[in-house]
């Protein structure tokens, strides 16, 4: 039986989320292939999700000095713990994501930062740093409301190569990605378009 971390990034409401929609059809199609396995949702907008602030630093340096936390860096420290565990403990990962003015939403990027830890899921070397954490079935939706893959944008399109970047450094290489983009371009196209996308991921579902 395999544990399944799905990362929701968007604070929208599941039916109104476009990366949601498609993150639930994918996993009601996997779960018809794995129902044993076992399924855990964490929402980043709902979730406490630290920042890189003045305490997480404080805390840090007292851990590499052997000094005495205060209690809210003792909170923060033991919480990025906790989810770069959720992270390496999981078997399967899914993150559905939304492409927003060029970029991720920036839970995202604080999700990273949580879980892109020295030690944990990455480590330094004389050759360079090296990732610590095995490989495992990685999916990334995307949704976009224009077209960033081919055509006059696309190099503005930087979200999927830093997914792919950040995910590879700490050592997860092999990603499987369903993007559905030009979403916004045409109302008369979205839904077809979803459909689209939903179809791909009924594919992979079957032997993710």
Same mark, same amino acid.
């Given at each position: 039986?395999?544990?399944?971390? !799905?990362?929701?990034?968007?604070?929208?409401? *599941? *039916?109104?989320? +476009?990366?949601?929609?498609?993150?639930?059809?994918?996993?009601?199609?996997?779960?018809?292939?794995?129902?044993?396995?076992?399924?855990?949702?964490?929402?980043?907008?709902?979730?406490?999700? #630290?920042?890189?602030?003045?305490?997480?630093?404080?805390?840090?340096?007292?851990?590499?000095?052997?000094?005495?936390?205060?209690?809210?860096? $003792?909170?923060?420290?033991?919480? $990025?713990?906790?989810?770069?565990?959720?992270?390496?403990?999981?078997?399967?990962?899914?993150?559905?994501?939304?492409?927003?003015?060029?970029?991720? #939403?920036?839970?995202?990027?604080?999700?990273?930062?949580?879980?892109?830890?020295?030690?944990?899921?990455?480590? !330094?070397?004389?050759?360079?740093?090296?990732?610590?954490? #095995?490989?495992?079935?990685?999916?990334?939706?995307?949704? +976009?409301?224009? /077209? !960033?893959?081919?055509?006059?944008?696309?190099? $503005?399109?930087?979200?999927? +190569? !830093?997914?792919?970047?950040? $995910?590879?450094? /700490?050592?997860?290489?092999?990603?499987?990605?369903?993007?559905?983009?030009?979403?916004?371009?045409?109302?008369?196209?979205?839904?077809?378009?979803?459909?689209?996308?939903?179809?791909?991921?009924?594919?992979?579902?079957?032997?993710?």
């Amino acid at each position: 039986m395999a544990k399944v971390l !799905y990362v929701k990034v968007n604070p929208k409401s *599941d *039916d109104q989320s +476009r990366s949601s929609v498609l993150a639930n059809h994918f996993i009601e199609e996997y779960k018809g292939h794995n129902p044993d396995d076992t399924i855990e949702k964490l929402d980043l907008y709902k979730a406490d999700i #630290p920042f890189l602030d003045v305490d997480v630093f404080s805390a840090w340096g007292k851990f590499a000095a052997h000094e005495e936390l205060t209690e809210t860096e $003792m909170i923060k420290a033991l919480r $990025m713990d906790e989810l770069t565990s959720q992270f390496l403990e999981a078997n399967k990962l899914i993150f559905a994501i939304p492409f927003w003015n060029l970029s991720y #939403p920036p839970m995202f990027k604080a999700y990273i930062d949580t879980i892109c830890i020295a030690g944990k899921t990455f480590h !330094y070397t004389e050759h360079g740093p090296v990732g610590l954490v #095995p490989e495992k079935p990685l999916l990334l939706i995307e949704t +976009r409301g224009g /077209m !960033y893959s081919e055509g006059p944008a696309a190099n $503005m399109e930087n979200s999927q +190569r !830093y997914f792919k970047t950040i $995910m590879g450094f /700490m050592g997860l290489k092999n990603v499987t990605s369903v993007i559905a983009e030009g979403l916004d371009i045409d109302p008369n196209q979205t839904d077809a378009i979803l459909e689209e996308a939903k179809q791909k991921l009924t594919d992979i579902a079957g032997n993710f």
